[in-house]
């Protein structure tokens, strides 16, 4: 396999001008005045494009240079001199050819055959079912376009790149290629109808998200005929090629700026909208005549999406919202120009008004995070897909993408100061611009109601977090001088208490569990579980888990599930700061990589909980959480973070209905005490929830929550005398006594199991698997089996010993089920940090 490095010719005028708003941001002389062609509709269509040389270059080496060149971005622009990594066309050729229906995009070709004088291309030239992206380049375009990647859709990103930025485009490039995914950036003007068309019909996407468009109410007030020219005539383009080229899938991103100045908040979808800024009206008229479009013409399908006010980066600080230029600063949003202040670049923040009729006289807005956002795409997405592979008839609709909660500037303020108590920048009061509404925030249930999505970055400080976390990465690229900056305070982000409802909103329907019995004990007070348990510094930071894609307190969760997969797998593991050990670093990377492959959600607890008991416990508490909250899973896999997944192909799905078994509430593997409640399949039903609840009212035992368990199943009740309990417990320990017994209990047969369930009824609820399907233990410890050399087992659990085994199975892991060390994520040292 050759490795010739792919460069493209010449520098455009497109990095020019990238480069000359970076230098003119920062002050810097770049010989040109001010800002790109960001106005100039015309820009990039039409001309020549450079001479493109295309190679194959194997994976790894394609990545590194892709991060690399993240990487080493901010020296060019230090230097004054041109970027040594200008676009270049990727090949990454590690995919099997997947699918005959596959569209091919030949790399240097693509210039002379559709005509485009800038098409970037990385991947292997193969687009399984893609999807256009309009706007790719900008901020939400390209947290869709890197959310598309990792769910396994091919991108084709449309921009101008007046308002976008190449950093993105070379992150979504480097992320393609290690995803084994295919990425092309079409350097193109929307308004440039043949060569949309003529793209439309060569890709044949399976629909286009529409991002595309200039977004600043109050600069819409100052350039009309820009905004309905961008906005609406493009989108009536953009429309006619699709019909032209019979693609029949949009989402677009409209605004609450189409509402004005509603009569009522929470708005609803059928609150009529009178737009009060020309950039609302711009969107207004596109959203008619997408209904049009989408209603009159064949089987057309649009989903029309109302977002609120958008903020945050990706959770891993690979994209972010990208400074923009002195010329667009005067726009910027709040949340960014914040940051921006906090972080040193602006001497003062104006705000817009501060004696509104609203709770502090400061404007009220609804602020939703990129990556909520993205999700909701993805599960229209999935939609349209779904009705498409069925033969219904899609629906089109439009809906409200906002959190539901209003969040005036004030609070905002204060959220940024309580982040950077130590900056230091002025407000200045300013009247409310034309254009501005008073108070808008959603209600978003129809999206709940459609889609089951609701935001679940709710924390005003752990969004704003993600975006300086993102500045600070790649702050090189922005020219940021970081001395101050990392001096810093290390914010961990509080856990919230859950927000009251907003006032008329229904809380989302939850199944009817049995109320907590009056034996729990109450929450610890804080402090309380500390003395007992004392924690490492520098406890693992939510935001540090790569493809975290919800930071929610206590979990970050790591969405991999297709939202329309049927059962939705979850899997909940243990990652809090007091059982975080060394081995924690090689257990949790590769069961995160299992997840991902196998596309099931992953919820690392992360925090105790306020619980009082031992780690170990807060699986019963986080899994009943998980049953309370509407996640969408189906069934939970509870797996200890001593264990190591082995073989990858082994699928969650495989346990229920195992060897004739009834689909079950829960299904657990027979052990030398009953079971090893360690690994277990849950599903989500009240029944598991009350029964959770019983084990946890056992109190504590031996053997935790193995303990509790297995007295449950000798037939005793939380209320029963301690000494009975302990009897219990004797009967279902038997294993350890009598090693014949705990071989067939082993084996999960069920004269066995009878023999060991006193309580009978729990037969109609739980299923035995063999212990070796989803609990094996290393050969040697423990009795265990699993022969490494041989074995094809799923998991090894070095249970009670053999920790010192853990990194030498999970490198064996990482090499037979080949997974490659992420060179951009710093959870990949040879050694892993904080061991204990
Ligand atoms: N950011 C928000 O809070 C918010 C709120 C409501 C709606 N929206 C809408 O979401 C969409 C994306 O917003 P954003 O914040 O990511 O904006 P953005 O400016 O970061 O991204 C827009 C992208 O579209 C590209 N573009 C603009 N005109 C183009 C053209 N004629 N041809 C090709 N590409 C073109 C720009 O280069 C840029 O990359 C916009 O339509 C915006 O109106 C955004």
Not at 134 to 158: C, K, N, P, Q
Not at 272 to 278: F, R, V
Not at 384 to 402: I, P, R, T
Request: charged share 20%; proline share 7%.
């Amino acid at each position: 396999m050759s490795a010739d490095p792919v460069r493209v010719g010449a520098v455009d005028d497109v990095e020019d001008a990238e480069e000359e708003e970076q230098a003119s941001f920062l002050g810097a002389s770049s010989g040109k005045v001010g800002m790109p062609k960001s106005l100039d509709v015309d820009d990039g269509a039409g001309e020549e494009g450079p001479g493109v040389a295309s190679c194959r270059i194997f994976h790894l080496i394609c990545c590194g240079l892709l991060s690399m060149a993240v990487g080493f971005m901010g020296a060019k622009f230090l230097r004054g001199r041109q970027d040594p990594f200008t676009p270049v066309s990727v090949a990454c050729p590690v995919r099997e050819p997947r699918s005959p229906a596959s569209v091919r995009l030949p790399g240097p070709g693509m210039v002379e055959l559709v005509g485009f004088n800038r098409a970037w291309l990385a991947g292997n030239g193969e687009y399984e079912d893609p999807i256009v992206v309009t706007g790719g380049a900008g901020y939400i375009g390209s947290h869709m376009s890197l959310m598309l990647l990792e769910r396994g859709f091919d991108v084709v990103i449309v921009d101008n790149l007046s308002r976008g930025s190449m950093l993105a485009v070379k992150v979504l490039q480097a992320e393609a290629c290690k995803l084994s995914r295919s990425i092309a950036f079409v350097n193109l003007d929307l308004g440039n109808h043949d060569q949309v068309t003529e793209l439309l019909q060569r890709i044949q996407p399976r629909a286009v998200l529409h991002f595309a468009g200039n977004a600043y109410a109050s600069e819409s007030m100052e350039k009309p005929l820009l905004y309905y020219q961008n906005v609406t005539e493009n989108t009536l383009s953009l429309l006619r090629a699709m019909a032209k080229a019979q693609v029949t899938n949009l989402v677009f991103s409209s605004s609450c700026a189409t509402y004005g100045n509603p009569p009522q908040v929470p708005v609803t979808e059928t609150v009529e909208q009178k737009p009060i800024s020309i950039y609302g009206h711009s969107k207004l008229m596109a959203e008619k005549m997408i209904k049009a479009w989408a209603s009159r013409e064949g089987s057309n399908c649009a989903t029309i999406f109302r977002y609120f006010n958008v903020y945050g980066a990706d959770l891993q600080s690979r994209l972010g919202p990208v400074l923009r230029g002195p010329k667009l600063a005067q726009y910027g949003r709040l949340p960014d120009v914040l940051v921006e202040a906090a972080l040193g670049l602006r001497s003062s923040v104006p705000i817009f008004g501060a004696d509104l009729k609203t709770r502090d006289g400061t404007a009220e807005r609804d602020y939703i995070h990129v990556w909520d956002l993205v999700h909701a795409h993805m599960d229209a997405l999935a939609a349209m897909m779904l009705a498409g592979a069925q033969g219904d008839a899609c629906v089109s609709d439009v809906y409200n993408l906002g959190t539901g909660t209003p969040v005036s500037v004030q609070q905002m303020l204060s959220a940024t100061k309580a982040l950077f108590p130590e900056a230091k920048f002025t407000v200045e009061v300013k009247p409310l611009r034309s254009g501005d509404p008073v108070s808008v925030y959603a209600d978003p249930r129809k999206a709940l109601a459609k889609f089951g999505w609701r935001a679940q970055i709710q924390n005003t400080t752990e969004a704003l977090q993600t975006s300086v976390r993102f500045l600070q990465k790649h702050a090189s690229y922005f020219h940021l001088a970081l001395g101050d900056m990392k001096t810093l305070p290390d914010v961990r982000v509080p856990s919230t208490a859950p927000t009251a409802p907003t006032p008329g909103m229904v809380a989302p329907a939850t199944p009817s569990l049995p109320a907590a019995s009056p034996a729990t004990p109450a929450p610890s007070a804080p402090g309380e579980y500390r003395s007992r348990y004392a924690e490492p510094a520098n406890p693992w930071q939510a935001g540090d888990m790569p493809n975290a894609t919800l930071n929610s307190t206590p979990w970050v969760v790591h969405r991999f599930s297709d939202p329309l997969a049927s059962p939705r797998m979850c899997i909940q593991v243990l990652t809090i700061p007091s059982v975080k050990k060394g081995y924690l670093y090689w257990s949790f990377f590769i069961l995160r990589e299992y997840a991902r492959r196998n596309g099931y959600d992953l919820y690392a607890l992360t925090t105790k909980m306020n619980e009082t008991r031992p780690p170990s416990w807060l699986k019963i508490r986080s899994a009943q959480a998980i049953i309370r909250s509407n996640t969408g899973c189906d069934y939970l896999f509870w797996i200890d973070g001593d264990a190591i997944i082995m073989n990858f192909s082994f699928r969650l799905e495989n346990i229920i209905g195992y060897n004739g078994n009834k689909d079950v509430d829960v299904v657990v593997s027979g052990d030398t005490v009953a079971i090893n409640a360690a690994m277990g399949l849950w599903k989500m039903t009240p029944w598991a929830y009350s029964f959770l609840e019983d084990m946890w009212n056992i109190g504590d035992v031996k053997l935790w929550e193995t303990g509790a368990i297995a007295i449950l199943i000798a037939g005793c009740k939380p209320s029963d005398p301690v000494n009975v309990k302990r009897a219990c417990y004797e009967h279902s320990d038997k294993g350890w006594r009598n090693g014949t017994f705990a071989k067939h209990l082993k084996l999960a047969e069920p004269w066995a199991v009878q023999e060991m369930l006193v309580n009978k009824t729990l037969s109609d609820h739980m299923a035995w698997v063999p212990k070796r399907l989803i609990n094996s233990y290393p050969k040697g410890l423990f009795g265990g089996m699993f022969d490494r050399a041989t074995s094809p087992d799923f998991l090894a659990h070095f249970v009670a010993g053999g920790k010192n085994q853990i990194e030498t199975w999970a490198k064996d892991s990482i090499a037979r089920n080949k997974l490659l060390p992420d060179p951009s994520v710093p959870l990949w040292p040879p050694d892993p940090p904080n061991r204990v």
